[in-house]
């Protein structure tokens, strides 16, 4: 059985850095095809995707925000980390990590709310 | 970036009526493989989202089989055979077929 669970802070201030981590059991990274990503949800608004980690370490980012975020894994913990830099009052919101393989984003955690207030 | 386009905004549905959700893209989805890099998923209230249909047109673990996908190309569509009270909630298309990973803004099913 495959989930995951995001942990990190519910309150940053702007211009502070968010770390998120993802830790998942029931799948490992080390599996071909395998991946774990972050997607996002303002208040009543649309998802909105931010990054992908791949079992090979290949790394994808949302272009808009390419340079604020970083994403890893580590293997041996079942964890996925997000980084995102500068953070803003626009990027408060609720936080999802998902499994992914070409079968689509088939597990997703329970989200975190982030808010980014002074 | 694609551009994924859903229509309509709302959907007010009766139980046990048919329902259908349009989703279009501003490129083709459709690999040379021959799949259509389109899935859809349903966010019920106060909930994560859950994926229903994979490759536009298979159907997720679990998910019933009043629930289809079809089309291709950059038209796509999601139908309902017979809406039930669970199925209330926002759907969204999202593309995979290129980074970014886009999705569509959403269509709110509501029971009437």
């Known amino acids: 059985q495959i989930t995951l669970k995001e942990s990190g802070p519910t309150l940053v201030k702007p211009t502070q850095t968010l770390t998120l981590t993802c830790t998942f059991s029931?799948?490992?990274?080390?599996?071909?095809?395998?991946?774990v990503g972050w997607i996002r949800q303002p208040p009543g608004k649309a998802l909105e995707w931010l990054a992908l980690?791949?079992?090979?370490?290949?790394?994808r980012y949302s272009p808009s925000l390419k340079s604020s975020l970083t994403i890893t894994k580590d293997t041996s913990k079942n964890q996925v980390v997000l980084k995102m830099t500068n953070m803003d009052p626009v990027d408060t919101g609720t936080y999802y990590c998902a499994h992914k393989t070409n079968s689509g984003f088939d597990h997703w955690g329970q989200g975190t709310l982030v808010t980014v207030s002074s | 970036d694609i551009v994924m386009t859903q229509s309509p905004f709302s959907l007010p549905v009766t139980p046990g009526e048919p329902a259908s959700i349009s989703c279009r893209s501003s490129q083709s989805l459709l690999h040379n493989n021959g799949y259509n890099y389109l899935d859809w998923y349903l966010q019920k209230p106060g909930q994560s989202p859950q994926l229903l249909i994979f490759?536009?047109?298979n159907r997720a673990s679990g998910v019933p089989d009043r629930f289809s996908g079809s089309g291709s190309g950059t038209d796509f569509t999601l139908k309902i055979s017979r809406v039930e009270a669970e199925d209330v909630g926002v759907y969204y298309c999202?593309?995979?077929?290129?980074?970014?990973?886009?999705f569509g803004g959403g269509t709110r099913v509501e029971i009437k």
């Open positions: 980690i791949y079992w090979d370490d290949d790394k």
């Open positions: 029931g799948f490992s990274l080390i599996t071909n095809g395998a991946g």
């Open positions: 490759l536009g047109s």
């Open positions: 999202m593309q995979t077929r290129q980074t970014p990973l886009t």
